[in-house]
């Protein structure tokens, strides 16, 4: 069965740096477009970004274009997302999820900036 684990989640200072791991099975991650999600409190669900299947394009929320960076291993079944010069209000639980006929999420990561 299609399984989606993310990690690389905790707790940073501003200005501080984590990088996201999303590991997928159950499917062949290179014949599909990969994205991270993210939501915070009393908010809703809202699209980070998202990566082509086989990593040539991606595309960004404005809230993030140039500090975070989407990546991909299809060879390890691994989607990244490196997260730099993070923000108080990039606090939230970031999820990955596989695009498709199908939409799959993987639970979540909490990803919590503050000093």
């Known amino acids: 069965q299609v399984q989606l684990v993310e990690s690389g989640g905790g707790l940073v200072q501003p200005g501080g740096s984590l990088r996201l791991s999303c590991v997928a099975s159950g499917f062949i991650l290179g014949s599909y477009v990969m994205s991270w999600y993210r939501q915070a409190p009393g908010k809703e669900r809202e699209l980070v970004a998202t990566?082509?299947?086989?990593?040539?394009?991606?595309n960004y929320a404005d809230s993030v274009k140039g500090r975070f960076t989407i990546s991909r291993d299809n060879a390890k079944n691994t989607v990244y997302l490196q997260m730099n010069s993070l923000k108080i209000e990039d606090t939230a639980v970031y999820y990955c999820?596989?695009?498709?006929?199908?939409?799959?999420w993987g639970q979540g990561t909490q990803v919590t900036v503050s000093s």
């Open positions: 999820k596989r695009g498709g006929l199908l939409d799959y």
């Open positions: 990566i082509t299947s086989i990593g040539v394009g991606t």
